[in-house]
C-alpha cells in the first residue's frame, strides 16, 4: 500500500502543513498545522502524519512516498542529518517506524506528489483564514451556475470547453497531471485578454485577484518573483477563470505550468 507525503511552508520559515494521502479504499488523508516551520521541518511532519495514517488504516506492508529527497535520503541513512531539528526528526520517524509491522520509503518526482501538495496546502489556507475561491462572495453577482456567467469578448455567453469542465468536475482532486495536460490549443477569445476586460467577463473579480495574489505571493516557486512576473503569471490565471475554469484551479494550472517549465529548464 502506497502513502504519499508532502510538506510545505509559506515563507520558508513562516505557516506551514505536513500532509500525507493514502491511495487506498478511495483515499485516505491527514495533516498537521504548524505556525512557524521550515520547508525541511514540513516535509517530516508530513512523512510523520504518513506514519499515523498508516497505523489508523492498520497496515501490514506499507510504502512511503515523498518528493523531498533530504527526508528520504535521511531516513533511509543514505545522508547524514547534520542539522539539531533535522536530526531529532529524523529520530522521531525512526521511532514511529519501530511500530510498523513492514515499510520502505522511497523518493518520487514532485507530480507524482499531488494528492499529498493537495492537503498540505487545504492545511494552511484553512488556518490562514482562506476558503476555495469558488466560494467567495465578496464581490455581489448573479447567483447563475459558472457556465452560463462567462462572457466571452464580444459580450455573449461563452460555452465552457469540455477539458475545462471536466477539470472543474475533479475540482480539488484534480492532478498535477491533470493540470498539465490541459492547454488553450493556440490562441483563443481569451489569450490576448486586458485585465479591464477580464473584469467584465468574470464573476467575484476583485476576490479572485486578491486571493490569486496571496498565492503568488506565498508559494514557495513564485514568492521571491519580481512583481512584473507576478503580474504575467496573475493575468494569466485570470484568463483561464474568463475561459471558465472554477475558483483557485485557474492560479493552479498557472503554477503547474511555471513548475514543468522550470523542469524543462533545469534539464537543458
Sequence with gaps: MKIYFDGGSRGNPGPASGAAYADYEGGHEKACFLEHATNNEAEYRGLLMAIELAKELKLKK???????????????????AKNPMMAELKQLVLTALRTLPGWQIDWVRREFNSEADRVA?????????????????????EAAPIEKAQ??????PA??????????????????NDFRGLKVGGMDAFSKAKMEALETM??????????????????RNTQTMADADK?????????????????????????????VTNNIRGKK
Design 151 to 156: 462572457m466571452s469578448q464580444d459580450g455573449n
Design 202 to 219: 468574470i464573476p467575484q473579480f476583485a476576490a479572485l485577484k486578491e486571493n490569486f495574489a496571496l498565492r503568488l505571493n506565498t508559494d
Design 121 to 141: 496546502n487545504q492545511m494552511m489556507d484553512a488556518h490562514q483564514g482562506l476558503e476555495p475561491l469558488a466560494k467567495f462572495d465578496k464581490v455581489k453577482v
Design 159 to 176: 460555452p465552457i470547453r469540455a477539458d475545462i469542465k471536466k477539470l472543474n468536475d475533479l475540482g480539488s482532486k484534480a492532478s498535477f
Design 231 to 259: 503580474a504575467k503569471l496573475m493575468i494569466n490565471a485570470l484568463r483561464w477563470s474568463a475561459r471558465g475554469l472554477a475558483g483557485d484551479l485557474a492560479i493552479r494550472k498557472v503554477l503547474t505550468d511555471l513548475e
Design 62 to 80: 506499507v510504502v512511503f512516498l515523498g518528493d523531498s529527497k533530504l527526508v528520504v535520503s535521511q531516513v533511509r541513512g543514505e545522508w547524514q
